[in-house]
C-alpha cells in the first residue's frame, strides 16, 4: 500500500512520475481526473499552504473531503492517533493527509490500511514541500545534476531542510547550509557550512528557512535587526547573487528577518510559484495514492 511518510517511500520512478504529473497539472496540461474516494485531513499544527493547498488538490479531483477538527474531536477525551485514524478508515476514508508535531508520528498507524500521507511531522519531514520544491527547481534548471542549492537559516528545526538537504544530494545537487552556527544540524551539514556572503556567490538556488520560534526553547539570541543583518538575505545580498539564481522559501515568510521583505515579491523569487505548484503537486501525489489502492483491491 502506498505511503508517503518520507521521500524514502518514493522508488525513484515513483518520484519522477509524481514530478512528472504535478509538472503537467502545473501547466495545465493534464485533466483532472475525477476520483470516487474520501480524504480525511488532519492537522495537528497550523498550516494555511500545505492544508489549503491539499482542499484544493482534493476538489479538483473531485474527492469528498472529511476535515478533521482536532480541537473538538475525541482527541481532547485523550482518544490516540491510532484510534482516530482506525475510526476514519472504519467510516470509510480513504486516505488520510496528516500534519502532526510530533516526530515520526506515523510510526503509530502501523496497523492502518489507508494511505497517510505526510503533511509535516514536527522537525522530522515535509515530503510534499520537497516534492513542490523540487518542481520549481526543475522547472527552472530542468535538472538538479551540479546545481549548487543552499539551504539558510534554522536548519535544525526545519523539516523542509532536512526532507531536501537528502533528495536535492541523491538528485546530484551540491547542498550548502549557511546561518547561525548553534542552528546547525551535524547530522545534514557537517562539512557544507559557507557564510552568507559566499553562499549569494555560489548559489543557484538561495532557500531561505523561517527562524521555528515554535521549536525553540530559550528566549532569542538575535534582535530581528541583528538576524537580518547576519543571516539574512538582504536586498546587497541579493544584488551579489549570480543571473539566472533563484530564491525559494517554503513561507510562512518573516519579512525583514530572513528576507527582506521587498525581495519577497522580487523578479528571483519564487515563493508564491511555490504555492502555487503545492496544488498540483498534491494532485499528483493523491491521484498516484488512490490509484494504487483502487488497483490493490
Ligand atoms: N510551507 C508550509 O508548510 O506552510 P504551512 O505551514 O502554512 O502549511
Known amino acids: 500500500m502506498f505511503q508517503l511518510r518520507t521521500l524514502e517511500d518514493l522508488s525513484a520512478t515513483e518520484l519522477d512520475t509524481i514530478l512528472y504529473e504535478a509538472g503537467r497539472f502545473a501547466a495545465g496540461e493534464m485533466a483532472n481526473e475525477t476520483i ?30 472529511i476535515s478533521f477538527d482536532a480541537a473538538t474531536s475525541s482527541v481532547t477525551k ?49 515530503p510534499t514541500q520537497s516534492l513542490l520544491d523540487l518542481l520549481t527547481i526543475q522547472q527552472e534548471f530542468l535538472f538538479f545534476q551540479n546545481l549548487t542549492v543552499v539551504i539558510c537559516g534554522d536548519i535544525r528545526h526545519s523539516r523542509v531542510a532536512r526532507t531536501n538537504a537528502g533528495i536535492l544530494r541523491k538528485l546530484g545537487a551540491r547542498v550548502l547550509f549557511s546561518g547561525p552556527a548553534e542552528w546547525m544540524d551535524d547530522t545534514i551539514t557537517e562539512g557544507s557550512f559557507v557564510s552568507m556572503d559566499e553562499a549569494v556567490r555560489t548559489a543557484d538556488v538561495m532557500m531561505m528557512l523561517r527562524i521555528q520560534t515554535e521549536r525553540h526553547d530559550g528566549t532569542a539570541d538575535w534582535t530581528k535587526e541583528e538576524y537580518h543583518a547576519r543571516y539574512g538575505l538582504t536586498e546587497n545580498r541579493e544584488a551579489a547573487m549570480k543571473p539566472g539564481a533563484i530564491i525559494m522559501h517554503p513561507a510562512p515568510v518573516n519579512r525583514d528577518v530572513e528576507i527582506a521583505d521587498r525581495l519577497v515579491e522580487c523578479s528571483r523569487s519564487r515563493i508564491f510559484k511555490q504555492m502555487a505548484n503545492g496544488v498540483a503537486v498534491r494532485k499528483a501525489v493523491l491521484t498516484h495514492a488512490l490509484k494504487l489502492k483502487e488497483e490493490a483491491k
Open 36 to 65: 470516487n474516494a474520501t480524504v480525511a485531513n488532519l492537522f495537528f499544527e497550523p498550516s494555511t499552504r500545505t492544508k489549503v493547498s491539499f482542499e484544493k488538490a482534493e476538489h479538483e479531483l473531485g474527492l469528498h473531503i
Open 78 to 126: 485523550g482518544e490516540t492517533l491510532y484510534d482516530t485514524v482506525k475510526t476514519l478508515e472504519a467510516i470509510g476514508c480513504n486516505a488520510a493527509v496528516i500534519r502532526h508535531p510530533e516526530q515520526k508520528y506515523y510510526e503509530q498507524l502501523e496497523g492502518v490500511t489507508i494511505p497517510v500521507i505526510n503533511a509535516g511531522d514536527g522537525a522530522g519531514d515535509h
